[in-house]
Nanobody, 125 residues
Framework: QVQLVESGGGLVQAGGSLRLSCAAS????????MGWFRQAPGKEREFVAA????????NYANSVKGRFTISRDNAKNTLYLQMNTLKPEDTAVYYC??????????????????WGQGTQVTVSS
């Protein structure tokens, strides 16, 4: 049974930083690309970032490029999202997701097979 547990969310002032983690179990973590998505109140879930199985190929939404960094530790079965220079518009529930393949850093939620429960990130102005 695949389980994804996100942590690291919280309340932060604009300009601050947070580091999200996603601990994965029940799968061969290194066999899959991974992604982060977010959903703000009243909005659809949107792509944030993705990383291939080896960690050498990444993809970012334009809205977070240069501020967020996705990374992974295959030895620890853990995915990370370092978020710097946070803005109020980054406020959302952040979800990690398991890609259906090893290579694709897709921005489509349909290319991801498993999802975590999410962690709330709130950025105050």
């Amino acid at each position: 049974q695949v389980q994804l547990v996100e942590s690291g969310g919280g309340l932060v002032q604009a300009g601050g930083s947070l580091r999200l983690s996603c601990a994965a179990s029940g799968l061969t973590f290194s066999y899959h690309a991974m992604g982060w998505f977010r959903q703000a109140p009243g909005k659809e879930r949107e792509f944030v970032a993705a990383i291939n199985w080896g960690g050498d190929v990444t993809n970012y939404a334009n809205s977070v490029k240069g501020r967020f960094t996705i990374s992974r530790d295959n030895a620890k079965n853990t995915l990370y999202l370092q978020m710097n220079t946070l803005k109020p518009e980054d406020t959302a529930v952040y979800y990690c997701a398991v890609g259906r393949g090893r290579w694709s850093t897709s921005n489509s939620q349909y290319d991801y097979a498993y999802w975590g429960q999410g962690t709330q990130v709130t950025v105050s102005s």
